[in-house]
C-alpha cells in the first residue's frame, strides 16, 4: 500500500488528514479554552463555543477493536476491507479507521498501529481519492 | 396514565405488491377496529417510517394514509429518527396525552424497503465515518470483537442468540423467518463482518404496525386496555473515549425508564429489543440490567431469555427473525408487548406475563448511538 503519491489525487474529504514528508497524520481540532481535542474537528468547540484550531494528531496508537468487513464495499474500497478503533498515543481520543487491507488477517486487538495514507477507494462522486488507513506497527519495521 | 387500546400489524415480509401507503393503512385501520373507536375519536395522527423519502421520494405520508382512514384535520406528524423512528412517533404521541393535550392519538410505523439494490444501511453517505468503510454490522462487529476480549464471549453464545430467535419466530406466524436455526448453523452461514455471520444481522423486511393510546378517561370504556407506563427518548453522549461494550446510552435510556415507571429489571416479564445483530441483544439485555455487564452471552446460550426461561427476550423473534422494517419495528415491539400482556400470544405467549419492556436504538454517530427508546407497559 505505500510507494504511490499524492499527486492530483484529492482527498476523499477535506480537514481529516494530511500527507507529508514526516508521514500521514489525522487533523484534530483543538481548543485553547477548555484544552481538549477532537477529531474529526468542527467549527466550535462543543463544551464551550470556542473556535477550533487545527492540529495534527494520530500518528501512532493501539487498536481498541476491528473487524473485516466481507460484503460488498463502499466507496471501491477493497474486499475484504478491515476498520477498526484506535486509541490515539498523543491523545486521549479513540478514532474510528480503516486499516491496512494488506493486513486483514493479522488484526489484534492492543496491536501497535502507525497512520497511513493512500490512493484506496473513490469518494461522493466516484472520483479516486486519498484515503487515510492505519497500519501494523510490526510489518513497517 | 396513558393506555394502548388497539392494536394493528401487518405480516412482516416481501409486499413487493404492495406500497407504503396501503402497507399503512392495513395496519392503522386493524388498530382502529381493534380500539373500538371511531376515526372521529382520533385527535392526532404520528406516523413513522424512515426510507420512502430516498427510495420512492415519498414524503409527508401521514396524511395520506390516514385521510384514508377517516382520520382528517386534525395534527398529523411524520416521524423520522432511523431505527426508533416508529417508537420516537410512540414518545411523541405518549407525551401528548400524558400532557393533556388529547385524549387519543394513533402511531403508525411503516416500511417498504425490499427493492433491487438496497445496500447496507449506513449512518449518511456524506459523514466521514461512512466514507471510510463505517457500514452498520462493522459497528456491531466492533463491539462484538471487542466483548469476547473483555469478557471471552464465544461465538457460540452469540449464535446462541439466534438460535433462540428463530425459535421464537417459528411460533409468531408474523415473522419473516418459520424454521429453527442451530447454533453450528448460524456460525456456518457467511461472514459479514467478522465475528458475525448473516445469520447474526438482522433481515430487511416490508411490514406495518400501529397503535392507538388513549387517556385513562378514554381507556376505561376499553376492555382490554394495557398501560403504557412510561416512553423515553434519549440521543447519544458522543463521549470520547467510547466504552463500547458498556453503552452509556443505552443503559442511561433504561435507567430512565425504570425511574420514571417506579420499576425495576426483576420487575419484567418480558422484553423486546433492538437485536439488530446478535450481539446488539447481549450488549441490551446487559444495559437493561437483565444480567451483569458481560454477562449476556451466558444468558442467552443458558436459555434464560428464552420462552420458559427466567426473562423472555424477543419472543416475537425480534428483528433477527421477525425482520426488520426500519420505521415498523419500534411499534411492532409494542404491538407484541400488548398481545403478551392481553394473554393473546398463543404459541410463544409468557405465562402470567404482566408487566414488559420495549428497547429501539438507531443511527450511528462517534461510536455512539444517535437515538435510543426504552418503553414500560403494565396490566
Ligand atoms: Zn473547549
Not at chain 1, 4 to 18: E, I, Q, S
Not at chain 2, 67 to 76: F, K
Not at chain 2, 174 to 203: G, I, K, M, Y
Not at chain 2, 258 to 285: K, N, Q, T
Request: overall charge negative; proline content about 5%; glycine content about 12%.
Amino acid at each position: 500500500m505505500t510507494g504511490d503519491t499524492a499527486h492530483n489525487v484529492p482527498a476523499f474529504a477535506p480537514d481529516v488528514f494530511v500527507e507529508g514528508a514526516g508521514g500521514s497524520a489525522l487533523v484534530g481540532g483543538h481548543c485553547r479554552q477548555c484544552g481538549s481535542t477532537w477529531f474529526p474537528t468542527a467549527e466550535r468547540c462543543p463544551e464551550d463555543g470556542t473556535r477550533l484550531e487545527p492540529i495534527e494528531i494520530g500518528r501512532t496508537g493501539r487498536l481498541y477493536s476491528y473487524t473485516v468487513v466481507r460484503t460488498k464495499a463502499p466507496f471501491g474500497l477493497p474486499e475484504p476491507y478491515g476498520v477498526g478503533y484506535v486509541d490515539l498515543d498523543d491523545v486521549p481520543l479513540r478514532v474510528f479507521m480503516l486499516l491496512d487491507p494488506a493486513q486483514v488477517d493479522r488484526l489484534a486487538i492492543g496491536a501497535p498501529v502507525r497512520l497511513a495514507s493512500a490512493t484506496l477507494g473513490v469518494g461522493l462522486n466516484g472520483e479516486p481519492c486519498r484515503r487515510p488507513y492505519f497500519t501494523l506497527l510490526t510489518d513497517t519495521q | 396514565m396513558t393506555a394502548v387500546v388497539g392494536i394493528g400489524i401487518t405480516p412482516f415480509g416481501r409486499h413487493l405488491d404492495r406500497t407504503i401507503a396501503q402497507l399503512g393503512a392495513t395496519a392503522a385501520r386493524a388498530a382502529l377496529e381493534d380500539s373500538g373507536l371511531t376515526s372521529a375519536q382520533v385527535e392526532a395522527g404520528y406516523v413513522a417510517n424512515a426510507l420512502g423519502g430516498m427510495l420512492f421520494g415519498d414524503t409527508t405520508i401521514g396524511q395520506g394514509i390516514l385521510a384514508e382512514l377517516g382520520i382528517r384535520r386534525v395534527p398529523v406528524l411524520n416521524v423520522e429518527n432511523a431505527c426508533t423512528s416508529g417508537s420516537s412517533a410512540l414518545w411523541l404521541a405518549w407525551n401528548a396525552i400524558e400532557a393533556g393535550q388529547m385524549d387519543c392519538a394513533i402511531v403508525l410505523g411503516v416500511e417498504k424497503m425490499c427493492v433491487p439494490g438496497l445496500g447496507l444501511i449506513n449512518s449518511g453517505r456524506s459523514e466521514i465515518d461512512t466514507q471510510l468503510g463505517l457500514v452498520t454490522p462493522a459497528s456491531f462487529a466492533m463491539r462484538a470483537m471487542r466483548h469476547m476480549h473483555e469478557f471471552g464471549t464465544t461465538r457460540a453464545q452469540m449464535a446462541s442468540v439466534v438460535a433462540k430467535s428463530r425459535a421464537h419466530g417459528a411460533r409468531n406466524p408474523l415473522a419473516l423467518f418459520q424454521r429453527q436455526e442451530t447454533v453450528a448453523d448460524v456460525l456456518a452461514a457467511p461472514l459479514v463482518a467478522d465475528p458475525l455471520t448473516r445469520s447474526e444481522c438482522c433481515p430487511i423486511a416490508d411490514g406495518a404496525a400501529a397503535v392507538v393510546l388513549a387517556s385513562d378517561r378514554l381507556a376505561r370504556q376499553a376492555p382490554r386496555a394495557i398501560r403504557l407506563n412510561t416512553a423515553v427518548l434519549g440521543s447519544g453522549s458522543y463521549e470520547n473515549l467510547a466504552d463500547m461494550v458498556r453503552w452509556e446510552t443505552d443503559s442511561r435510556t433504561a435507567r430512565q425508564a425504570y425511574e420514571r415507571a417506579g420499576v425495576g429489571p426483576e420487575d419484567i416479564d418480558l422484553v423486546e429489543c433492538h437485536d439488530a445483530f446478535s450481539i446488539a441483544e447481549i450488549l441490551h439485555c446487559e444495559a437493561l440490567g437483565l444480567c451483569p455487564a458481560g454477562e449476556g452471552g451466558r444468558l442467552a446460550a443458558a436459555g434464560e431469555t428464552s420462552l420458559g426461561g427466567r426473562i423472555p427476550v424477543n419472543v416475537s423473534g425480534g428483528l433477527l427473525s421477525r425482520g426488520h422494517p426500519v420505521a415498523a419495528t419500534g411499534v411492532a415491539q409494542i404491538v407484541e408487548i400488548v398481545m403478551q400482556l392481553r394473554g393473546e400470544a398463543g404459541a410463544r405467549q409468557v405465562t402470567g406475563a404482566r408487566t414488559g419492556l420495549a428497547q429501539c436504538m438507531g443511527g450511528d454517530r462517534a461510536g455512539d448511538t444517535k437515538s435510543c427508546t426504552v418503553a414500560i407497559l403494565s396490566r
